[in-house]
């Protein structure tokens, strides 16, 4: 059963994201920061990590960049709900040693579902 973390501040998001996942069959865990995403990460091993881009502290991308030194086979997902951060999050993504997903939210369960799959696919 594949792993997903699902890293968000705003707690309703972050669980309803991962109540997604379950009910299509995969374990997914919920975090609600980035200090605790890579505690959790560390112990949970996730294949992969959904991760919001802006919360409060380290940000989205912080996080990336740690889950990408210390998991370097976890697949990677960002959520943004701010238009003008596409840019920025392109552009620090394209610097990564593999290919970041980035949707914007809301995002439709059958999109994110259908990004996670090409995802984890690509790591096979």
Request: glycine residues 4%; contains cysteine; neutral net charge.
């Amino acid at each position: 059963m594949k792993r997903i973390l699902v890293v968000d501040d705003d707690r309703l998001v972050a669980d309803t994201l991962a109540l997604i996942f379950v009910k299509s069959g995969f374990e997914a865990r919920t975090a609600y920061s980035a200090d605790q995403a890579l505690e959790s990460a560390r112990i949970f091993h996730p294949n992969l990590l959904l991760c919001d881009v802006t919360m409060p502290g380290r940000d989205g991308l912080a996080l990336v960049c740690d889950v990408t030194r210390e998991l370097p086979s976890c697949r990677i997902i960002v959520l943004t709900g701010f238009y003008s951060n596409l840019k920025s999050v392109r552009e620090q993504s394209s610097k990564l040693a593999r290919p970041v997903g980035i949707l914007t939210k809301p995002c439709q369960p059958a999109d994110l579902l259908r990004e996670a799959t090409s995802m984890l696919a690509a790591a096979s």
